[in-house]
């Protein structure tokens, strides 16, 4: 028998926006439930916080782009966080280790060959 009284699951494909502090600075952040989703669960793998996860994001985006990690827009992070969420669970659907995080934050930055164009 169905609950109708149960509370729904959050619909994956509403946005919801989470603020971050970076040294002082206030960033917003607007990501679709299923990627924070996977943020949190990529952050849990990893035994991390999804701040710290963003933080080296955010780092790696500026060390390929060569600017400042002040620099990196909003928009600019919430590509990168698709892309890691992304590659980071096709990598663990491939194989399961202790460095995915790592690979997934290396691939954006360009440190890694990409395994297709191979």
């Not at 509370?7 to 502090?21: G, K, N």
């Amino acid at each position: 028998m169905l609950d109708f009284a149960a509370p729904l699951p959050p619909d994956p494909a509403v946005s919801e926006t989470r603020h971050f502090d970076f040294d002082g600075k206030d960033l917003r952040l607007s990501l679709e439930t299923t990627y924070w989703r996977g943020l949190e669960d990529i952050a849990h793998r990893e035994s991390d916080s999804v701040d710290n996860v963003v933080k080296q994001l955010r780092a790696r985006v500026a060390k390929k782009a060569g600017i400042f990690a002040h620099e990196v827009t909003s928009n600019e992070l919430v590509s990168a966080i698709h892309i890691l969420v992304v590659t980071y669970f096709r990598q663990s659907a491939a194989r399961r280790g202790p460095t995915l995080l790592e690979e997934a934050l290396m691939d954006i930055a360009g440190d890694i060959p990409d395994q297709a164009n191979q």
